[in-house]
């Protein structure tokens, strides 16, 4: 098979009543763009027909159209990875299929890839996320440049571009924890961020949750800054002190003043108070171990089912299994 200027990695998970409206937008848009292209799609342990719809849209544009089967749901991210395994295309290109993202703005993002730009993050503009969603990422964006150095604008974004030299790098990462777009900003020479489009979700709901958000972020910050160890460090060197002085303070009063029940209590929300602190640090701690243990078990990222290509000898075994499971005539 020829290998195309541009490849689209999307990921797909659940998401029947977004596709037939994803391919009718997509391929016009890259068809639009007078180059060699694929588009990598990978099901992500799918449970409603988005399978039986891949299959069916491969059928129609196989040259196009290369389909890698999870045969469990391994995350968005496990899926990204995936999908930049499987790209061939000197430009890569990632969506989320939820057609936030306009794929209109694809041709924008590979305009900046031909001016040198190896890799391309995207701004959303006019966003069409909830108030707290916003206003989450806002705060979480301040903490991150505070604490890391990773600078991205708007991280919550899917659609960006990469060069091949930034997607091989990501190929060779053996994190299990991965933040693509946090990796590739930090792997390449020439970044450039660009405003694009932002519409609201075509169907269905997000699959992220607070709690997912929350999880993501914190991933994000423990994976590339060992700073909240260290200000957790400093914060008990600064407990510990101001508790000595009180200490102190206490003992001298109580050979002044003599023995005081009134203090009972304040002495109870200054012990809750350290312990609220003690619990955190090794809340904090934990996650730093719970990384190194997902790491030293050097688990697979995802298990493939099956691919769906052009030229695979067992493309007809493999689709006659997928008609069977999606109960197509």
Same mark, same amino acid.
């Given at each position: 098979?020829? %290998? ?8 797909? @998970? ?5 596709? $037939? ?14 180059? $060699?292209?694929?588009?990598? @799609? ?5 449970? #409603? ?32 990875m995936a999908g930049l395994a499987y790209a061939r295309g000197e430009y890569i290109v990632t969506l989320d299929a939820d057609l936030q993202n306009p794929p209109e703005e694809i041709g924008k993002l590979v305009g900046m890839l031909d001016e040198g730009y ?21 705060? !979480? ?6 604490? %890391? ?23 060779? %990462? ?44 914190? #991933? ?28 102190? @303070? ?41 990384? !190194? ?6 688990? $697979?990222? @995802?298990? !493939? ?14 689709? #006659? ?9």
């Amino acid at each position: 098979m020829a %290998t195309p200027k541009l490849s689209v990695v999307i990921p797909v @998970y659940n998401e029947e009543a977004v596709l $037939p409206t994803l391919f009718a937008r997509l391929y016009p848009s890259l068809d639009a763009l007078k180059i $060699p292209f694929e588009i990598v @799609y990978v099901n992500d342990g799918s449970k #409603d027909r988005s399978v039986a719809l891949l299959r069916q849209q491969f059928s129609a544009r196989p040259h196009e159209t290369r389909v890698v089967l999870f045969h469990a749901n391994f995350g968005q991210h496990a899926a990204v990875m995936a999908g930049l395994a499987y790209a061939r295309g000197e430009y890569i290109v990632t969506l989320d299929a939820d057609l936030q993202n306009p794929p209109e703005e694809i041709g924008k993002l590979v305009g900046m890839l031909d001016e040198g730009y190896d890799y391309v993050g995207t701004i959303r503009q006019q966003r069409q996320d909830s108030l707290w969603r916003r206003s989450f990422s806002k705060v !979480i964006n301040k903490i991150r440049e505070w604490i %890391t150095p990773v600078r991205i604008t708007d991280q919550g974004c899917m659609m960006r571009g990469y060069a091949r030299s930034v997607v091989t790098a990501l190929n060779q %990462t053996r994190e299990v924890n991965t933040f693509i777009p946090a990796l590739a900003s930090l792997y390449a020479m020439r970044p450039i961020e660009v405003p694009i489009a932002h519409e609201e979700r075509f169907a269905g709901r997000s699959k992220y949750s607070l709690y997912s958000l929350v999880r993501l972020n914190f #991933d994000l910050i423990t994976g590339f800054s060992v700073v909240p160890l260290q200000l957790f460090s400093m914060v008990g060197m600064a407990v510990s002190l101001l508790s000595a002085v009180f200490f102190v @303070y206490l003992f001298i009063r109580r050979l002044i003043v003599g023995p005081e029940a009134e203090g009972l209590f304040t002495l109870f929300g200054v012990v809750f108070f350290l312990i609220g602190v003690a619990l955190f640090g090794i809340g904090l701690l934990g996650e730093y171990v719970g990384r !190194i243990y997902a790491q030293v078990r050097e688990r $697979p990222r @995802y298990i !493939i089912e099956g691919v769906l290509e052009e030229g695979t000898p067992e493309i007809t075994q493999l689709a #006659d299994v997928l008609r069977e499971r999606a109960q197509l005539p």
